[in-house]
T-cell receptor, first 113, second 115 residues
Framework: EADIYQTPRYLVIGTGKKITLECSQT?????MYWYQQDPGMELHLIHY???????EKGDLSSESTVSRIRTEHFPLTLESARPSHTSQYLC????????????FGPGTRLTVL | AQSVTQPDIHITVSEGASLELRCNYS??????LFWYVQSPGQGLQLLLK??????LVQGIKGFEAEFKRSQSSFNLRKPSVHWSDAAEYFC?????????????FGAGTRLAVHP
């Protein structure tokens, strides 16, 4: 059973607000990921990190930013939320081995009004 | 570039019937392949994975998948579907260009189960 947590699970917020989506894992994994998923659609990688102080943009352009100050914590921030940011955000982590599994958190469903 | 195709967007089966979900990948070398399941409003849970060895892989919840190199396929099967299997199923391949650290996902297949 993977120990990866996301808060909040659901968030409804107005346009222009700054928000931070939290993601934490207790497995000591170096690699962490953020995906964006619209309802019933595929996953798109928007950010990833291979360790502390390492962050990279993913395949899908995103206005969000991330930080990795601690191994277990990988928050995602939107400075000014817009309705186009309405989506589900999934966090994942993975160990160092080439055969290691990518484990997913339960997701945060964000609605921007 | 690598890609994953799940040809079936929606599938409906009767409870107790057998199931096969299709997945095709484009990749030159031996791929690392995964099947995940996502229940509504939840994250993804790994069902099974293939890296090497036996091409028939057993997973959780009674699922299995078979790697067929000649067909570039990794189809997911279950002999008898339960109502609780209704969910979205994603096939994924490890991204060689990223040292296998990233996954490339298919668009998913939504499975409905009727009594």
């Amino acid at each position: 059973e993977a120990d990866i947590y996301q808060t909040p699970r659901y968030l409804v917020i107005g346009t222009g607000k700054k928000i931070t989506l939290e993601c934490s894992q207790t497995m000591g994994h170096d690699k962490m990921y953020w995906y964006q998923q619209d309802p019933g659609m595929e996953l798109h990688l928007i950010h990833y990190s291979y360790g502390v102080n390492s962050t990279e943009k993913g395949d899908l352009s995103s206005e969000s930013t991330v930080s990795r100050i601690r191994t277990e914590h990988f928050p995602l921030t939107l400075e000014s939320a817009r309705p186009s940011h309405t989506s589900q955000y999934l966090c994942a982590s993975r160990g160092r081995g080439i055969a290691d599994t990518q484990y997913f958190g339960p997701g945060t469903r964000l609605t921007v009004l | 570039a690598q890609s994953v195709t799940q040809p079936d967007i929606h599938i409906t089966v009767s409870e107790g019937a057998s199931l096969e979900l299709r997945c095709n990948y484009s990749y030159g070398a031996t791929p690392y392949l995964f099947w995940y399941v996502q229940s509504p409003g939840q994250g993804l849970q790994l069902l099974l994975k293939y890296f090497s060895g036996d091409t028939l892989v057993q997973g959780i919840k009674g699922f299995e998948a078979e790697f067929k190199r000649s067909q570039s396929s990794f189809n997911l099967r279950k002999p008898s579907v339960h109502w609780s299997d209704a969910a979205e199923y994603f096939c994924a391949v490890g991204d060689l260009s990223g040292g296998y650290n990233k996954l490339i996902f298919g668009a998913g297949t939504r499975l409905a189960v009727h009594p």
